[in-house]
């Protein structure tokens, strides 16, 4: 027998993946949220690479920005013992399935690929339950941006505005223009979104985490609030009629065809840009919401995984979960879907000035305290307290509720979701 020549053999298989396609190939079954043009894109990526490996993609995606429909039917499939192999969860909701004792633990694989040190701590923090990976970190985006359409500002004689003073002056001649100044979704995710972002930009980081992160009720009742809440309600003047539940991405393509000036949302956004084949810069252009300008409101999507038996399904879980924060995975999927990689040493040449501008701000913002957790992206409080945050935002934008009440009220459905 010739040994040599069969270890020869066995390397060359090994790399060309024949033993990890035949001997330990399984299925992942995967419920994500990712739907739209260029999240689907996105997605895509980590499916072709997963079948390069012999593994086979069960595709479970729940329409529905923000993944609230999403989340709806995994807490349904999981009460009825039957979760999917893995799941797109994020923030503290990762602690609430870890307590429930479901998750796969994944340090093998963490500690394999040296996660602790590529990936940033204020990340690595909420993927660990008890000290132990419980999830994959996929991407950062960031939230407080606003998209525009400069052709519209050129034919409405209009600046593209760094306050809110010199919004309301753009909007208005906007709207006179003829064009509609904000493309708006009304859905309380979408709301809370814009909301957010007006809250760090005007009243500041410390006083966004005191409100939005601790929850603290001086902070949530106070004359900082009420002005917020109603600069927030400031926009809807300059929104369309038929803004109430249209979808993210609905309002995104209306800054893309040109009939609409602005959009504030997260970075996302700029994926559908880009399956549209719009040009950052030229086409269109992307820059802080009003006021932010140095606060960076963040939002990691992840996967968790289900335990479970089989031995196929584990080895495509662990190969899910090296994937997605591999070199490749990392800088294709970032370039579609709008974020950053979430690891350090990918190279930096395929992304654009937006993700660059990003990227810079994330190290900056880090070091200045100014990077804070997503309220409305279920970065910063468990989705209870998340989800009574979301009422009262969308109670007041559609209603006749005054600020000052809606600060007050707060306080109050904050303490009972607790
Ligand atoms: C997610 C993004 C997603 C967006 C719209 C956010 O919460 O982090 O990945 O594209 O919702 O659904």
Redesign the pocket.
């Known amino acids: 027998m010739n040994f040599k020549l069969l270890a020869k053999i066995a390397a060359v298989l090994t790399l060309v993946g024949i033993f990890s396609t035949s001997a330990f190939a399984g299925k992942v079954e995967v419920l994500h949220?990712?739907t739209?043009g260029g999240?689907a894109k996105s997605v895509a990526v980590l499916k072709d690479l997963l079948e390069k490996e012999g593994h086979s993609w069960k595709d479970m995606a729940v329409a529905g920005?923000?993944?609230e429909n999403a989340m709806t039917v995994l807490k349904t499939r999981a009460m009825a013992g039957n979760p999917p192999t893995a799941a797109q969860v994020?923030g503290p909701a990762i602690q609430e399935w870890a307590q429930e004792g479901l998750l796969a633990n994944l340090d093998a694989v963490a500690k394999k690929e040296n996660w602790d040190k590529l990936v940033p701590s204020v990340v690595t923090d909420v993927m660990k339950y008890e000290g132990h990976y419980v999830a994959v970190p996929v991407n950062v985006?960031k939230i407080n941006w606003m998209w525009c359409n400069p052709a519209i500002f050129i034919k409405a004689k209009a600046k593209i505005p760094t306050t809110w003073a010199e919004f309301e002056i753009a909007a208005q001649k906007i709207q006179k223009a003829g064009f509609i100044p904000v493309a708006f979704g009304g859905q309380a995710w979408q709301e809370a979104t814009v909301f957010e972002s007006v809250v760090i930009g005007q009243a500041g980081a410390d006083f966004y985490k005191k409100a939005l992160v601790d929850t603290d009720p001086k902070a949530l009742n106070s004359p900082e609030m009420i002005k917020a809440l109603e600069t927030f309600k400031m926009i809807k003047k300059y929104t369309d009629k038929n803004a109430p539940g249209r979808d993210?991405n609905m309002a995104t393509s209306m800054v893309i065809r040109g009939e609409a000036a602005m959009q504030f949302m997260?970075d996302?956004a700029k994926g559908e840009f880009t399956a549209a084949g719009k040009n950052p810069g030229s086409d269109y252009v992307a820059i802080p919401v009003p006021e932010s300008a140095g606060t960076y409101l963040f939002?990691v999507?992840s996967f968790i995984m289900f335990n479970v038996k089989d031995s196929g399904a584990k080895a495509a879980q662990n190969a899910m979960a090296r994937l997605i924060l591999g070199n490749k995975f990392q800088e294709v999927f970032n370039v579609n879907?709008g974020s950053i990689p979430v690891r350090s040493g990918i190279a930096k040449a395929s992304f654009d000035d937006i993700a660059l501008r990003s990227m810079d701000e994330f190290a900056a913002t880090s070091a200045n305290n100014t990077l804070l957790p997503s309220m409305a992206?279920?970065m910063a409080v468990f989705p209870a307290v998340q989800g009574a945050i979301y009422d009262v935002v969308t109670k007041f934008y559609n209603s006749d509720m005054t600020a000052k009440k809606a600060a007050a009220k707060f306080v109050t459905a904050i303490a009972a979701a607790k």
């Open positions: 949220w990712w739209s999240e920005g923000a993944g994020k985006h993210w997260g996302w939002n999507d879907k992206h279920g």
